[in-house]
């Protein structure tokens, strides 16, 4: 699976598991990655920062998933290395320089709000500008 589909299946699986944030009706964990608009969850959206915002309330660690891709992927057990991040930027198909890691990863930030929102996901407004 993807990086991408590994992001939105972990939390889509919050959203349907019972003890989530999420609201009623929404979606079981999807058996391939959802990468369109098309794959947008039956029954309604899935509130991304509620699901984010309670996985960091649970942390022990002070995470800010809002600001940080390598944050939010550490919420959701995911690898959040270098290499991981490298392989994400390819795979959104990043243009500019690999090697600079803070535009990277903010770049990334940006483009997972949006890939997130257009699966079915409830973001803010402003994680996606």
């Known amino acids: 699976m993807s990086i991408l589909g590994n992001i939105v299946s972990s939390i889509f699986h919050h959203a349907s598991s019972p003890a989530s944030a999420a609201p009623a009706g929404a979606p079981s964990p999807q058996s391939k990655p959802a990468t369109h608009a098309s794959s947008a969850p039956a029954g309604g959206t899935v509130d991304v920062a509620a699901i984010m915002d309670k996985l960091a309330s649970q942390s022990k660690e002070k995470l800010d998933w809002r600001r940080s891709i390598v ?5 959701l ?6 290499s991981a991040r490298k392989h994400l930027a390819e795979e959104l198909h990043y243009s500019g320089n690999m090697n600079d890691s803070a535009a990277m990863n903010v770049w990334l930030h940006k483009q997972v709000m949006v890939k997130l929102a257009e699966n079915g996901g409830k973001v803010p407004n402003e994680l996606k500008a």
């Not at 057990?77 to 270098?82: A, E, K, Q």
């Open 71 to 75: 944050d939010m992927m550490k919420l």
């Open 77 to 82: 057990n995911l690898d959040s290395s270098m």
